[in-house]
């Protein structure tokens, strides 16, 4: 069973930079993917950021796009999110996950993936 565990969270201001990091134990081996979602208080948990680790391939939220990387390690058991400019709006409990089972067209959907962290706090003050 793949285990994942966030680490990197905190309390920055408008505009400071935080650099997240998963990893995962029991990785899976093949295709799958693997991506950053974000839940903030009253509202659904959205996507941020995934790459497909077979092809490298990475997508964004428009929301973050230009703002936030992804990327990965050379054992590609461990996946950061460099986040820049960071805005208020931020705020959220940043997910890490893992999906075995998505297709291209499901890649941002919270549904497709099966292996879950816990979740690290992002605040960003004004």
């Known amino acids: 069973q793949v285990q994942l565990v966030e680490s990197g969270g905190g309390l920055v201001q408008a505009g400071d930079s935080l650099r997240l990091s998963c990893t995962a134990s029991?990785?899976?081996?093949?295709?799958?993917?693997h991506a950053w979602f974000r839940q903030a208080p009253g509202r659904d948990r959205e996507f941020v950021a995934a790459?497909?680790?077979?092809?490298?391939?990475?997508y964004y939220a428009d929301s973050v796009k230009g703002r936030f990387t992804i990327s990965t390690d050379n054992a590609k058991s461990t996946i950061h999110l460099q986040m820049n400019s960071l805005k208020p709006e931020d705020t959220a409990l940043y997910y890490c996950?893992?999906?075995?089972?998505?297709?291209?067209?499901?890649?941002?959907?919270?549904?497709?993936?099966?292996?879950w962290g816990q979740g690290t706090q992002v605040t960003v003050s004004s």
């Open positions: 790459v497909r680790q077979t092809a490298g391939h990475t």
């Open positions: 029991n990785r899976p081996s093949g295709r799958y993917a």
């Open positions: 996950a893992i999906s075995t089972t998505h297709i291209l067209s499901t890649i941002r959907l919270p549904s497709a993936y099966n292996s």
